[in-house]
């Protein structure tokens, strides 16, 4: 009988069909918010940039249309002369009453744009608060030795002096410090120069070379114990 070449046989697996299996890649917690970050800043990023041209949009639309109507205007009140132009007392009452509306369209202008300066001000007022707030409290974290990141979150909603920012400082836990290079005297913790293994420090306190309080210390030091 004819054997069937494209069987597969039985208990082995073809290399197409060999299936790898990979974990899926992982990321520490400050990756992680270094990435959120970056996407919130790109979102924000966009944001602004579709914001602007969408006013810019508006701006130029309102001029135009701005544009027409003035022309339309123009077109209607010289009509309204040529209409009376043979009556004198006519033309002297239309003429007045569209200096009137010059005069009052004039204002209306002038109070818009009085309205979007005094906007204007506001948003670089309440910007340049913001920025003296950041760099005041870097300075004083640096100078108080306290988290910048947790002090900006609590001056936030302050009116930005140093002495708001200052006082609060002064209720925040210190940050502790180590120096990179600390001078320790030999404490026998080191062996030929270098530092003793957790197997080493073990033995030392089977043996009773060290206590229990000295055992911990070694041990947290080494990062074996919180």
Do not use: C, H
């Amino acid at each position: 009988m004819a054997v069937d070449e494209t069987k597969t046989e039985v208990g082995v697996t073809s290399p197409e069909t060999e299936v790898t299996s990979q974990e899926p890649p992982r990321f520490s917690q400050e990756q992680v918010d270094k990435l959120m970050d970056k996407v919130r800043s790109d979102s924000l990023s966009e944001l602004g940039r579709v914001r602007k041209s969408a006013e810019e949009a508006i701006k130029k639309a309102t001029t135009e249309a701005t544009r027409v109507y003035r022309e339309l205007i123009k077109q209607r009140e010289a009509e309204e002369l040529e209409a009376v132009r043979e009556e004198p007392d006519k033309a002297a009452v239309i003429r007045e009453r569209q200096a009137r509306r010059q005069t009052q369209s004039e204002l209306t202008e002038a109070q818009t744009e009085l309205k979007e300066a005094n906007t204007r001000l506001q948003e670089l007022s309440a910007r340049d608060v913001e920025t003296n707030r950041e760099r005041t409290t870097r300075e004083v974290s640096e100078r108080l030795k306290v988290d910048p990141a947790r002090l900006a979150k609590l001056v936030k909603f302050t009116d930005g002096s140093a002495e708001a920012i200052e006082e609060i400082a002064k209720e925040m836990p210190k940050l502790i410090t180590t120096p990179k290079n600390p001078l320790r005297p030999d404490s026998n913790d080191t062996v030929g120069g270098t530092a003793k293994t957790k197997t080493q420090i073990q033995e030392d306190y089977i043996k009773g070379k060290i206590t229990n309080v000295q055992y911990t210390e070694k041990m947290k030091a080494l990062g074996f114990m919180p």
